[in-house]
């Protein structure tokens, strides 16, 4: 994807690197660390091809950061593990800076009780 001339000049080289698929992942579920997903959720929320979504769940695995059950995918809930990834700091980082830190009070009083009707029943 292009850039205008303007974004180039006035943007550090750190702002202007995207972040990898497994960052993205981990970054999607450490946003919603309340909840697994299937691939195909992750991948449709983050704008990814599924296979690579796959493959950096695979991978993300073999180093412990997500846990996985069935079909399902969720992160870690091993902090220090976390913690120890740079690739979660540099996305939790890019995503505080451009969505805004999370309140996790104002979410919770905005969350619906139920899930969306599109969630798969676990039959």
């Given amino acids: 994807m292009s850039i205008d001339r303007d974004t180039f000049e006035n943007t550090s080289e750190d702002e202007l690197e995207e972040l990898s698929v497994p960052e993205?992942?981990?970054?999607f579920l450490a946003a919603?660390?309340?909840?697994?997903?299937?691939?195909?959720?992750?991948?449709?929320?983050?704008?990814?091809?599924?296979?690579?979504?796959?493959?950096?769940?695979?991978r993300l695995k073999d180093r412990d950061l997500v846990e996985h059950k069935a079909t399902y995918w969720a992160i870690t809930d091993d902090a220090e593990r976390l913690d120890g990834?740079?690739?979660?700091?540099?996305?939790?980082?890019l995503f505080n800076?451009?969505?805004?830190?999370?309140?996790?009070?104002?979410?919770?009083?905005?969350?619906?009780s139920e899930p969306h009707p599109n969630v798969e029943d676990e039959q």
């Fill in 97 to 112: 800076e451009q969505l805004g830190t999370e309140d996790e009070e104002s979410w919770r009083e905005h969350a619906p």
């Fill in 24 to 27: 993205q992942v981990l970054g």
């Fill in 32 to 58: 919603n660390d309340d909840r697994a997903f299937k691939a195909r959720e992750i991948a449709s929320q983050i704008a990814v091809d599924e296979g690579a979504v796959s493959t950096a769940l695979s």
């Fill in 85 to 93: 990834y740079s690739g979660y700091e540099r996305a939790t980082t």
